[in-house]
Every structure is written in structure tokens, then in C-alpha cells.
């Protein structure tokens, strides 16, 4: 029988310092779309909280019972991260397997949301995204999600795109680092 | 020279730089337009047309004159201001448009020639030979004018582009923007403040007047001190708001580190986008000159320059000054200049009736400067009374004032026009401009110290109280309040050139030329003259060529008009814009899980879309492309082949309606598609063209995945989303993208069934996955999908596991492909085999074919509605004289046949309208053994077995063709059953 090895597409592009911020991979365990069908947005979001505990975002949130979170990522659409969801919950929503279709990074330290300032074309500082809130923006030319978290901003992006990313969000973190050399 | 006891610049820190090769020095806080006058170099410039010597006109940013290229080799940096360029140690500088020297300018010639130079002389002279004007005129003339060029090379400099965000942004931080910031910033709002300068403070660094009792430099300092300990205000020096765009977005260019001998790890310059709610414009006012002959010497500067470089930098073009005015104003700079010690030998002022506010110099009232003489710098002017009679005075610097003009074209950029004001006699910005930014201080008229500072302190309060801060007006400090008074002038009659335009060499005359040759619109006579065109946008030049034009039209300034002032306020450099986008910088990369292997076994990536795809794979022993190609078809006809196929769509549709929103996707039905098979489909667009072809299969009841092609994934998607939204709001359905979320892998040629078998966890058989069939299967433990789907024409499948798998899974179907004498193929063979199959790619549905062209008309369903149905049945779009897609050989067997082509008879004349259509797609066919094609040919179908030309002038190829049906290898499918 054949072994198959799971490899990451981070490899050997992470983690990265520069300055004041840290880029590291984090892993979002399983992670399913759900998507309410017509007129079903409530009894989903009861029927999670039923099933897991917390129910279903509202645009920009997330919701949480730990180690589960359920981030807002579109129209009519959430991500349930940190282990599967309820088989239960298909009569509710549709329910898609997402796992491995997208990369998990975090962007630490105070200069964080400067650093994605260089990128990303929205207000991401603490006031204007504050713990608990998501968005869907760009990041350079790459459609993103991002999150705040209590460890730093979180960032997921399409797993092909991993090293554009990377190499994208790491320059970023040199110039900002460079200029505080400056003063 | 340097003047003792003035100036602001550290003469503790000295700094040495070159300019022209000449070392010199200068001190801290020095820029390099100060360091030269303080080194006694007047001279730092040549005109663009007529390469007359210049000097400094202004000591900021609206510098016409001082252009110098600074840096050496690949960093150099042409058309840098030497006004705005601060002095670091080492700086190296040279002049522009001049050849040899700067001293020595042979160019200058074009000066003697002036008479046949003047405005417009280009559109006259240069007429014929037509032939002429690209081939000579146009390089000789850009090779005599000109200004800085850039290096050649690849530019070695980071850069950088970033977003910022405030409550309210403060533009400039002269009197009035300080205090409009600090009234923002006092009421909780957040302020971002931008000065273009390197020290804020504007004015007020240029003057003796105190504010609060203390020099302005100081009271200045103490404030940005206090906006530096608010945690809600962001200071941004070396910053200038260059253009205020739709809903309170500014762009804003920053000098990070061009002040610096070595930027380090830092960007030199940024380009910011920020989005403000409110904006208080405290941009503050320009200095305009008065005309006369020979204005343009070095060492005639505005008065309030020349202050400024004394005040500041400690430092004058000359021992023996003179100012010539038509205000108050001017009197301080004489005043100043000889309080500092300096020879004020007149002030002059073109008011009969004024009073001399300078103190004990020679004062001249009710006379003008009408010539100035020196050629390389100023050495005499010629001052001349009402009746006439001229005296030559001595000089080395002379300080011009023809009053201020409000800086004001940020509030022209979204269209607005500005308001004449007979009063100051200078254009105001008109009232919301632009949506949410107010025009604060000098900029809006208010033009002593203490109006601005109260004017702005307003302003700040205000634009936080609109944000529902509770905000209250900071104490205005006590300052200058002179009233600004001034009767106009904008040019002293008489003989020769007198200069409006110092950087593009527009003068007096060419205006009134332009007028007469009725180019009276003053946007026509912009383009005639070219004035207030190139890096200074005229800012020196713009309000008195228009006043001399209304003069000469016989009507006043407001009738006349400005130009359109447009972003960018001042120079942005596109590497600046363009940050991050060198090189692969441009677009993301996607890779496949493959994609290392895929390198590392030597294959030469493509791209396709933002996707790098494995060209081929080349073995030992293969010399060419071709070569590696050929075996990998012959792999998968004879073997088997693998290729990862992860970069095409994939979108998975789940709920009990997704049948029935397929058929309206679909030309064909879907609906009727039992769980694990997979079927083919058509979509077009609304017009009734194809959009895009692919499979979909039904992996469970309400459980579909589509295929797209890897160049339409986005496009499908959007597509699926408005099908969704606009036709079907009511069907009960929900898709997303899984493209990223499965490596998918073909397995194709006689031998893939026996490859699977030995891999997958169960066996498959035909009965149990005939061609078109789908399923679950596991494969080492991971659960996967199997696809009975053929792009090749062989037995073949497609294999999907979840993407962390991908890799590995690549390397197990390899391995074991060539074990079975086979291997990976690329995207060369791949196109190989489904041209001997006659499949159609976005080569062929490229938007302009119609199902009808491509041979499937049958598959629009007659039994239901689809989208483009309707529009794909319109009169033209289904005629047999159409181009339809035909498979074309070489009737010599071995002739290429280059895509792009066209077709024509086989007899008769090669002109456009005998054309018949062209090639789409080529390759050479090893299964057959000669070059195949397929292309679009008017009536194809009915043509098979005939013959006609191919014609591509572009390769200079002529082959005769034998028209045939698309598919070239088993036509009857048999090769995939079984």
C-alpha cells in the first residue's frame, strides 16, 4: 500500500523576523464552509450552538467555543475552523470540506497592522478591527481573510499563493523594520 | 556666501558634497540649493529649450530652475529639486542639459536662434518632408532640450506603497496647519499631519516675525513637540499630499530616505493612499515673480526666497542685494537682508504712492526693474522711473514679489474651478471644493501670520467637531498681523525677453504671440507655449501668463481662467506608484503541489493565468522540446502518462436544486444525471457566445463538483454567482470554490487502470467505473475522488486528494508510470494530444465562437432554456458561410502549420476579403507522424477533403491544406471504453 506524507507549502519559507514582527504558519485543523441555505441562517446558527456551541457570524465576526471558531467570509458564507463540523448541521446549510484549500499565517508584534498597511488597503489597526472581528479584503493582489486574534492578526490565503505571500508580507516586515532604524 | 549670525543650520556638522565633480561643503540642515548659494554657486542649471543659465528661483518645491541628477550610476536620480534635497555627506551632484559643462553650455546656441525658436516653432518649421519629423526633427530637437535622464539601469532602490487612515488629515504644517492639528488632535480626533517640507514649520522658518514672543522656529518646535506626545496624531515629514481623489482619498508622496547618504534596509520613497473623513488644506501660498527682460539671471530670485534663505539656512546669493515689488511684502525682505548685515543697495516698488516699511536703504517708490544683466549671474540691474529714465545699479542678488497666489490645486482636482479675488489679486479656492476638505490659512486667503493661525485653529476644531468630537479652539498665540497690500503687476513693458516661464523658456512675447495667433483660450495657449508644463507644473508661471493673456485678449482674469490643475501636486516617481510590482513582484505566483518535483525533474515552467505549469520533461539523450514532447505523447498513447491537472476550477455545488440551476448554466441537461456519473457541458454568455467548456460530476444526490478550465475558473465562478442571483434566487443551492482545496492528477493512456490498481486501496474494474464514472476511493488511507474522464482520448482518469497529499501522491503516480514505461507529461504534450483529439481550448472558444462554430450546436438542449440560448439563435450566428472549426494537415506531409495563419483558396487572390479563416492551434502529431492544425474555416464542415492555402505573412509560410474533420486520431472514441 502506498504511504502518503502530508507536506505544508510553507516548508522552508517560515517562520520569519524582521524588526518588531514575527510571520509564523499555524494550523487551523479542519475547516469547513457552511453555507445557510434559503431562509435557514437562524435555524443554522441554533442548530450549531446546539452542535458545537456557538452560532452562526454575523458579517465581520467571528464566534468562538474554543478550540471551535466560526469566521464570517462572504455573502451567505462562514468557516468553521478547529475540528469538523456536525454531519448534522447538512439539513441547515451546505456543507463543503475546505481543509488544505487555504494557508494559515499570523503576523505578530505592536508594528503588525503597519506592516499589512504596506499591503492590504484597509484600517486594520486595533481600533478599526478590534478582537473578535474579521474582513475579507486584498492583500497585495491576493484575496485574503483577516482576523485579529488575541496572538496577532491572522491572515488566510490561497494555499498556491503561500509563497507570494510569504515573500510579499516578508518584505513588508523589512521595510517597516528598516524604517525604524531610520528614527 | 554665508551670513554671519543667521540662519538655523548646525555649523557644528559639516557635511562635504559634490556637485559637477567640485567638492564643497556645507552644513546640517542645509539643502543642497542652500549649501551651493552658501558655497558662493548661483549658477545650477539650464533652461530646457534655450539652455540659458539659471539659478534657484524659489527655496521649495515649486523649484523650476535647480533641477539636478543626484546619486551615481544606477541610483542616480534626475530632475531632483536642489531646493528640496537636504544635504547629506558625500552627496554627489551634477547639473542637466548642458553640454560639456555647465559653465560652457554649447547648446546654448539654441539661445542665438531664439527669433526662429518661439512658441509654437515646432508646429511651423518642422512640416516637410513628412517623412522627416520621426526620422529627424523629433530626435534632434528631444536631444537639444530636454532635462534629466534616467540611468539605463535596473533601478536598485527599494520603494515602497502603504494605506493610512485618519479622522482628519492636515495638509502642511505651516502656522495653520499646526494649529489645525493641534485643534484636531486636542478634541481625541485622529490626525494625520503632512508637510512636504523636511523641518515644519513653513513660513514661519523663513521670517524674522515672533510668534508668542518667541522666533517662529521655536514656537513651531514647542508645538511639534506637543503633536508628537499625542498618541492620536501621526506627523509625517517629507510628505506631500499630491492628489485628493473621490470619497476623502489623498495620495501623498514620502522622500523616506533620500536625505540619507545610505537608506539602509528602509524604502527611499513611498507612495501613500489615505483615506481621511476630513481634510483641513493648509498647503499656504506661492510667491509669483514680476516679468522683465532678462528676469531669469542668476541670482534674481522671489523675495521671499531670498529672506527665506537668509532667515534659515544663513545664506544669500550675494553681498549687494536689491528688492523689486509690487507690495508690503517685499519691504521685509529688504529690511531683513540689512539687518542681516547685507548691502541693500535699492527697493524698488512699482507703487508711486508707497511708503518704505524697510527702514534706512535706498528706496525707489513708482519705479520698476526693467532689465537685469550678467550673463552666467547677476551683476547690475536697470531700474527705470515713471518718465523714463534708467539708472544701472550694481547687484549680485536681486529678491522679485508679485504677491502670493494660494496654493490651492488640491481643490481643483475633482473639477472645481477657483474664484478670482480682486482684492488679494489672486485666485481662492472655490467653497467644497473637494467633499470634506477645508482650505485653511494662506491658501484661502488669510494671509498674515495671526489669520492663519486662527484660521487654521478653526478649521481643526471644526473638522473634529463634524466627527462628533467635542472639540474647543486652542489660544491663537500672538503674532505678525500686517495687512498684505499690493497693486498688481505681472510684467514691466519693454524690449527683449522677459521670462513668466523659467523651466519651459515661455516669455512675455510668446504669450502675446499665442494670443494673437488666436490661441486666446488659455488652454490652448498652454499647449501653444507649453507653459506651465514639465516638473513645476507652472507654479511660478501660471497666474501671470494668464493675466498677460487676458491682457492681450482684452479681457479680465476671471473670464479668461486657469488651466485644470491636476494630480500629482508635485513629482511622483513611478517607481514610487509601481512599488513591489518589479519582476515577479507584478503578480502572484500560484504553484501546484507538484511544483517542486515538477523543477526539480528539470521542466520548463509556463505560465497560464497566475498558475506555472511543467512545459515538458525532459529526459537524457533529448536534445529539443520537441524531442521530450513527442515520447511523452507516445507515453500516454502506448502507456501511461501523468500530468497534474490541480490549476483548472473547481467549484463544488451542494443542495436539492443544483440539477435544475446546472440546466439553466448548461446548454445541455444536467438534471438528468444519476449520482456518480460525469457529463460534459457547454456554457455560454448571455450574447449567446461560448464562455466556457468543463465536466461536472454528481458525487452524491445533492452533491456536484464542476470543472472549469484553468483560465475561466474566476470567470465561471462570477458567472455562477450572477446565474444564482439573477435567474434563480429561488432554487435552493450553494456553491464555493475548491480549486485550492484537491490536487487532482491525470492518469491517462491504455495502462492507467493497471497504474490505479496497484495504488488504490480497492480495485476498479470497467463494470464498476465505466468512462464517465465517479467515486470515493482511498488511496494510502486518505480518502480521495476518482474521475473516469479523458482530455487525451485514451482510457484515462483524473485523481484528486486533499492538496497537503498532493505531493507525495505526484511521486507514487511517476514512480509508478514509468515503471510501466511510462511518465509525467507536460503541457506540450497535453496540447499535443487533445489536438489529434479535436478538443477545444480557450484557443478555440475565445469568445467570439459560437456553439453552432465549434461543431455543438446539438448540444443546446431544444427541450429547455438556458442563458444564451435565446441570443445564440440570432440571424447570423448559426449561417453555414460562418468560420467552423476544421482539423487542417500539410498535404506534403511535413509542412508546420503556425497558428495565427489565415486561410485562403486554393486558387486566386490573397487579399482581405477573400480571406476564409485561421489557425487556432498546432502541433506536430508523432501519432500520425505530420503536423496537425485546427482552425476556423467559412463553411468548414462541408469543405472536408478539400484543399486550401495557408497563408502567414508574419513567418513568410505558404502549405497547402487538406481540410479534414477535427478529429484526427479514433474518431469513433473507441480508445477510451473498454
Known amino acids: 500500500m502506498v504511504e502518503l506524507t502530508a507536506q505544508t507549502p510553507w516548508a522552508a519559507l517560515l517562520p520569519v523576523t524582521a524588526g518588531a514582527t514575527g510571520l509564523s504558519a499555524w494550523d487551523p485543523g479542519p475547516m469547513t464552509a457552511l453555507m445557510p441555505y434559503r431562509g435557514r441562517r437562524a435555524a443554522l446558527s441554533e442548530a450549531m450552538q446546539a452542535a458545537h456551541g456557538l452560532g452562526f457570524p454575523d458579517p465581520g465576526e467571528v464566534t468562538a467555543a474554543p478550540p471551535l471558531r466560526c469566521l464570517w467570509t462572504g455573502r451567505g458564507q462562514a468557516f468553521l475552523m478547529g475540528g469538523p463540523a456536525d454531519p448534522g448541521l447538512s439539513a441547515q446549510a451546505a456543507l463543503v470540506d475546505q481543509s488544505d484549500g487555504w494557508v494559515a499565517l499570523r503576523l505578530e508584534g505592536e508594528t503588525a497592522p503597519e506592516v499589512l498597511a504596506r499591503l492590504v488597503p484597509v484600517d486594520l489597526r486595533p481600533a478599526a478591527l478590534p478582537e473578535g472581528r474579521t474582513l475579507r479584503t486584498l492583500c497585495g493582489h491576493m484575496t485574503v481573510s483577516i482576523t485579529r486574534a488575541p496572538e496577532g492578526l491572522e491572515i488566510l490565503a490561497f494555499r498556491s499563493m503561500a509563497g507570494t505571500l510569504v515573500h510579499e508580507i516578508a518584505d513588508a516586515m523589512r521595510l517597516v523594520a528598516g524604517r525604524a532604524v531610520l528614527g | ?978
Open chain 2, 1 to 978: 556666501m554665508r551670513i554671519d549670525g543667521m540662519g538655523r543650520v548646525d555649523r557644528a556638522r559639516v557635511l562635504g558634497f559634490t556637485f559637477d565633480g567640485r567638492r564643497y561643503q556645507g552644513f546640517a540642515g542645509d539643502t543642497l540649493a542652500s549649501a551651493l548659494l552658501g558655497a558662493g554657486v548661483r549658477l545650477m542649471g539650464r533652461s530646457f529649450k534655450y539652455h540659458r543659465p539659471r539659478g534657484p528661483l524659489t527655496a521649495g518645491s515649486a523649484e523650476p530652475n535647480a533641477l539636478v541628477t543626484v546619486g551615481r550610476g544606477a541610483r542616480a536620480e534626475p530632475n531632483t529639486r536642489a531646493t528640496m534635497q537636504e544635504l547629506y555627506n558625500g552627496l554627489a551632484s551634477v547639473s542637466q542639459n548642458r553640454w560639456p559643462s555647465l559653465a560652457l553650455d554649447l547648446l546654448s546656441v539654441n539661445d542665438l536662434a531664439a527669433p526662429f525658436l518661439g512658441a509654437g516653432f515646432y508646429y511651423k518649421t518642422f512640416m516637410w518632408p513628412k517623412a522627416f519629423w520621426e526620422k529627424v526633427y523629433e530626435p534632434v530637437i528631444r536631444r537639444a532640450a530636454g532635462l534629466g535622464a534616467l540611468s539605463g539601469q535596473p533601478n536598485p532602490d527599494r520603494y515602497e506603497k502603504a494605506f493610512a487612515f485618519c479622522d482628519v488629515l492636515v495638509i502642511g504644517a505651516g502656522p495653520a496647519g499646526l494649529m489645525a492639528a493641534l485643534a484636531a488632535g486636542q478634541a481625541g480626533a485622529q490626525v494625520i499631519l503632512c508637510d512636504e517640507d523636511a523641518a515644519p514649520g513653513g513660513r514661519l522658518l523663513a521670517e524674522a516675525e515672533a510668534v508668542d514672543g518667541r522666533p517662529g522656529a521655536d514656537w513651531t518646535a514647542a508645538q511639534w513637540e506637543a503633536l508628537r506626545a499625542m498618541e492620536n496624531v501621526r506627523l509625517m515629514p517629507r510628505t506631500t499630499v499630491t492628489g485628493a481623489y473621490d470619497q476623502g482619498s489623498y495620495g501623498a508622496h514620502e522622500r523616506v530616505a533620500q536625505h540619507l547618504a545610505d537608506p539602509g534596509a528602509a524604502p527611499v520613497e513611498c507612495f501613500w493612499r489615505i483615506a481621511a473623513q476630513r481634510a483641513v488644506l493648509c498647503s499656504g501660498a506661492l510667491e509669483r515673480p514680476i516679468a522683465f527682460r532678462d528676469n531669469d539671471r542668476p541670482g534674481v530670485m522671489l523675495a521671499g526666497a531670498l529672506r527665506g534663505y537668509a532667515h534659515r539656512w544663513g545664506v544669500a546669493p550675494g553681498r549687494r542685494v536689491a528688492v523689486f515689488g509690487n507690495n508690503d511684502d517685499a519691504h521685509r525682505t529688504a529690511r531683513d537682508l540689512a539687518a542681516a548685515g547685507l548691502e541693500v543697495v535699492a527697493l524698488v516698488d512699482s507703487r508711486h504712492d508707497a511708503e518704505n516699511r524697510a527702514g534706512d536703504v535706498p528706496f525707489f517708490p513708482g519705479h520698476v526693474v526693467s532689465r537685469a544683466h550678467g550673463r552666467r549671474g547677476l551683476s547690475a540691474i536697470e531700474i527705470r522711473g515713471a518718465d523714463g529714465r534708467r539708472q544701472r545699479v550694481a547687484v549680485e542678488a536681486l529678491g522679485v514679489s508679485g504677491g502670493w497666489n494660494p496654493a490651492l490645486h488640491l481643490t481643483c482636482h475633482l473639477g472645481a474651478r477657483p474664484v478670482w479675488s480682486e482684492t488679494l489679486a489672486a485666485f481662492l479656492p472655490r467653497a467644497d471644493a473637494v467633499p470634506g476638505l477645508r482650505p485653511a490659512g494662506a491658501v484661502a486667503g488669510a494671509l498674515s501670520t495671526t489669520s492663519c493661525l486662527r484660521d487654521g485653529a478653526e478649521a481643526g476644531r471644526a473638522a473634529a467637531a463634524d466627527l462628533g468630537f467635542a472639540a474647543v479652539l486652542p489660544a491663537i498665540p500672538e503674532a505678525e498681523d500686517a495687512p498684505g497690500r499690493l497693486r498688481r503687476l505681472w510684467a514691466v513693458p519693454g524690449r527683449g525677453r522677459a521670462w513668466l516661464d523659467f523651466q519651459n523658456d515661455v516669455t512675455v512675447k510668446d504669450v502675446k504671440q499665442a494670443a494673437a495667433e488666436n490661441y486666446a483660450s488659455v488652454e490652448h495657449m498652454k499647449r501653444y507655449t507649453t507653459q506651465g508644463m514639465a516638473t513645476d507644473q507652472g507654479k511660478s508661471s501660471n497666474i501671470g501668463a494668464l493675466a498677460i493673456l487676458a491682457d492681450a485678449t482684452g479681457r479680465d482674469i476671471p473670464q479668461t481662467g486657469t488651466t485644470t490643475f491636476r494630480p500629482p501636486y508635485s513629482p511622483v516617481p513611478i517607481a514610487a506608484m509601481g512599488a513591489g510590482a518589479q519582476g515577479q513582484g507584478f503578480a502572484p505566483v500560484r504553484e501546484t503541489t507538484s511544483h517542486a518535483q515538477s523543477v526539480a525533474m528539470g521542466a520548463p515552467m509556463v505560465e497560464a493565468g497566475l498558475w506555472y505549469r511543467p512545459s515538458y520533461f525532459p529526459r537524457a539523450g533529448e536534445t529539443t522540446w520537441r524531442a521530450a514532447c513527442d515520447r511523452e505523447v507516445a507515453m500516454v498513447r502506448g502507456a501511461v502518462g501523468i500530468c497534474d491537472v490541480s490549476t483548472l476550477g473547481k467549484i463544488e455545488l451542494v443542495g436539492p436544486d443544483v440539477g435544475a440551476f446546472l440546466d439553466v448554466v448548461y446548454t445541455n441537461r444536467f438534471s438528468t444525471l444519476k449520482p456518480g456519473r460525469v457529463r460534459y457541458g457547454l456554457m455560454l454568455r448571455e450574447d449567446g457566445h461560448v464562455m466556457d467548456d468543463g465536466t461536472t460530476a454528481r458525487l452524491e444526490a445533492d452533491r456536484w463538483v464542476m470543472t472549469t478550465t484553468t483560465a475561466a475558473a474566476g470567470q465561471v465562478m462570477r458567472h455562477l454567482d450572477w446565474v444564482q442571483q439573477a435567474w434563480a434566487p429561488g432554487m435552493d443551492l450553494r456553491f464555493v470554490s475548491v480549486t485550492e482545496r484537491w490536487a487532482q492528477f491525470a492518469v491517462a493512456g491504455p495502462r492507467s487502470r493497471e497504474l490505479l490498481n496497484g495504488l488504490l486501496d480497492a480495485p476498479i474494474d470497467d463494470a464498476g467505473f465505466p468512462f464517465m464514472a465517479c467515486g470515493p476511493v482511498s488511496v494510502g488511507g486518505v480518502a480521495g475522488r476518482l474521475f473516469r474522464i479523458s482530455f487525451s482520448g485514451e482510457h484515462a482518469y483524473e485523481i484528486a486528494v486533499p492538496a497537503r497529499f498532493g505531493a507525495s501522491l505526484f511521486e507514487a503516480l511517476v514512480a509508478r508510470a514509468e515503471a510501466l514505461g511510462g511518465g509525467a507529461y507536460g503541457m506540450e504534450a497535453l496540447n499535443v494530444l487533445r489536438i489529434e483529439k479535436g478538443h477545444v481550448t480557450h484557443a478555440e472558444i475565445h469568445g467570439r465562437v459560437t456553439a453552432f462554430d465549434i461543431g455543438f450546436q446539438r448540444m443546446i438542449s431544444p427541450a429547455k432554456e438556458c442563458i444564451g440560448k435565446a441570443l445564440a439563435a440570432r440571424p447570423g450566428l448559426v449561417e453555414e458561410s460562418r468560420p467552423q472549426l476544421v482539423g487542417l494537415r500539410p498535404l506534403d506531409g511535413q509542412s508546420p502549420l503556425p497558428a495565427g495563419a489565415h486561410l485562403f483558396a486554393a486558387e486566386g487572390a490573397v487579399t482581405p476579403d477573400t480571406d476564409l479563416g485561421y489557425v487556432t492551434s498546432t502541433g506536430y502529431s508523432p501519432t500520425l507522424g505530420l503536423p496537425l492544425a485546427l482552425g476556423f474555416l467559412a463553411n468548414g464542415r462541408a469543405r472536408h477533403g478539400e484543399t486550401v492555402r495557408l497563408i502567414d505573412r508574419l513567418r513568410g509560410a505558404e502549405v497547402a491544406c487538406e481540410v479534414t474533420d477535427p478529429v484526427a486520431v479514433d474518431p469513433d472514441g473507441g480508445r477510451l471504453r473498454g
